[in-house]
């Protein structure tokens, strides 16, 4: 199902229209796969698919990412897809950044991107610049009122500022050491704060709410540390 709303939607109008079964969860996932090498990115598929997707159906969790055919939108969309009609999957996206031709129609957007196949679920935000979706993102998953925990893979300045919010919130934060990009700029200051390169990443190294887990860890141990944040 696909929607579009203004940027003064309420969140309940939002999720009333996309008649979302109420989970018992919610799991954020931000940032990307720029960068990285043909292996890397195996492993990041192979933890999205053996350790995120399974603990998603297992706690009847909902899954929020920002929905696009491109890093890991695409691998969230891919692992959920080994598992039909047993995970929610919602993409939040501006919609002028859109490509299908049913959206777009016949405009040409410049680095826009295709909406992500396997997604059951995608509200398209009255926007034309990436990143204008974040404020939505984060209050629809405010608005179920159960545990969150957000997923921090690799990563720029939206996944960013993504995470912060997401600590300002309350919310853990799953930070994929070794991913790239701002991942591993805030595992850095996280283990070591004198290395923090500014203050937002000072304010979430310090939160108290990041749990580091390397990207070669097992898939295994991805879905002990999900059950820990959100059971307890």
Not at 16 to 35: C, K, M, N, Q, T
Not at 74 to 98: S, Y
Not at 180 to 200: H, I, K, M, P, Y
Request: hydrophobic residues 45%.
């Amino acid at each position: 199902m696909v929607i579009t709303a203004a940027s003064d939607a309420s969140a309940k109008a939002i999720l009333d229209a996309l008649e979302i079964e109420s989970p018992r969860a919610v799991i954020l996932l931000f940032g990307g796969a720029a960068g990285l090498d043909h292996s890397r990115k195996a492993r990041l598929a192979t933890l999205l698919a053996d350790g995120v997707a399974p603990v998603a159906a297992e706690l009847e969790a909902l899954i929020i990412d920002g929905g696009t055919q491109s890093g890991v939108m695409k691998m969230m969309g891919e692992a959920v897809a080994t598992r039909p009609g047993t995970v929610q999957l919602l993409g939040v996206a501006p919609k002028g950044k859109i490509t299908n031709p049913q959206i777009a129609g016949a405009f040409v957007v410049p680095d826009g991107a295709p909406l992500e196949r396997n997604h059951s679920h995608f509200v398209l935000m009255d926007s034309n610049e990436w990143g204008s979706e974040t404020t939505k993102m984060l209050e629809l998953a405010r608005a179920f009122n159960t545990p969150t925990v957000a997923i921090l893979v690799n990563g720029g300045p939206i996944a960013a500022d993504e995470a912060l919010q997401s600590v300002r919130n309350g919310w853990p934060l799953l930070v994929i050491e070794d991913s790239g990009r701002f991942a591993d700029e805030l595992s850095a200051a996280v283990r070591d704060d004198q290395s923090a390169t500014s203050a937002e990443v000072t304010e979430i190294a310090r939160s108290g709410r990041v749990t580091l887990f390397h990207v070669n860890d097992s898939a295994e141990k991805l879905r002990d540390e999900l059950r820990r944040m959100l059971c307890c």
